[in-house]
């Protein structure tokens, strides 16, 4: 381990209070099984168009636009 994360890991150890000598649980889980019904780049319904959750008192007073880019140029961004 480099000297830096050695610092890091010592004074991350003294602020939590544990010990300097013990041994930290080096136990990784598994990641969960990937859903095997779904082709790559097939469309399900909540993919379809963009999800917004806008209150209902402000529905009337929000306007949202939103435009479909060509994966193959980039993205003007024009935020201002």
Known sequence: MSRFYSRVERVL???LGVSQTAKADTEVK???PV???LEE???TEETKEPH???PYELKDHI????EEI???T???HDEL
């Open 13 to 15: 150890r003294r602020s």
């Open 30 to 32: 598994p990641a969960p």
């Open 35 to 37: 859903d095997s019904t």
């Open 41 to 43: 780049g097939e469309e």
């Open 52 to 54: 917004l959750n806008i």
């Open 63 to 66: 306007s949202v636009t939103v």
């Open 70 to 72: 060509n994966a193959e």
């Open 74 to 76: 980039t993205a003007v």
